[in-house]
T-cell receptor, first 114, second 111 residues
């Protein structure tokens, strides 16, 4: 199968601090991973496409300096929310594509900024 | 602008009922349509549809794509309380591997 592990599952941080979320493909190599954000009762909104060994591609309206993405290896992508504010509170989900298995999602991270 | 629209947004049924969820799309360079079930956390994969008119089945769930109408339906027969979830429809664009999601249909199955 294709398993994607994401952690932490839940994090509460103070306004102004930074938070790092990790996304790992456990049993396959993922050259491309995707980061989504989901607000309550809303759909998943693609934030950026993370490419191993190169810069991430951000969707329109997503601040690249605020949401730092690093894809240093074929099995790990990280999203760092810098200088977090309450409006950044949301559910963040990563996914990876493995052609034979389609898109596999991580379990998501509930970020609360207080 | 690419768009995926799901209907209804919310549905409440009783156990044993059959439900049909709808998804329509306007996407440049369509590659495939996917259905996911989302309970409390991450979406879990249900179906990937690429060809029109071919029904895919998995137990009580089935889905079919109509490329002429730019739409898909997801059927669930003999619903159970465990089917309660948000069902997401997503369309993959060719050449980019990006998914465009609909807002989802929240299904509640009451005993």
């Amino acid at each position: 199968g294709a398993v994607v592990s994401q952690h932490p599952s839940r994090v509460i941080c103070k306004s102004g601090t930074s938070v790092k979320i990790e996304c790992r493909s456990l049993d396959f190599q993922a050259t491309t991973m995707f980061w989504y954000r989901q607000f309550p009762k809303q759909s998943l909104m693609l934030m950026a496409t993370s490419n191993e060994g190169s810069k991430a591609t951000y969707e329109q309206g997503v601040e690249k300096d605020k949401f730092l993405i690093n894809h240093a290896s074929l099995t790990l992508s990280t999203l760092t929310v810098t200088s977090a504010h309450p409006e950044d509170s949301s559910f963040y989900i990563c996914s990876a594509l493995r052609r034979a298995y389609g898109y596999t999602f991580g379990s998501g991270t509930r970020l609360t900024v207080v | 602008e690419d768009k995926v629209v799901q209907s209804p947004l919310s549905l409440v049924v009783h156990e044993g009922d059959t439900v049909t969820l709808n998804c329509s799309y306007e996407v440049t360079n369509f590659r495939s349509l996917l259905w996911y079930k989302q309970e409390k956390k991450a979406p879990t994969f249900l179906f990937m549809l690429t060809s029109s008119g071919i029904e895919k089945k998995s137990g009580r769930l089935s889905s079919i794509l109509d490329k002429k109408e730019l739409s898909s339906i997801l059927n669930i027969t003999a619903t159970q309380t465990g089917d309660s979830a948000i069902y997401l429809c997503a369309v993959e664009r060719g050449g980019s591997e990006k998914l465009v999601f609909g807002k989802g249909t929240k299904l509640t199955v009451n005993p």
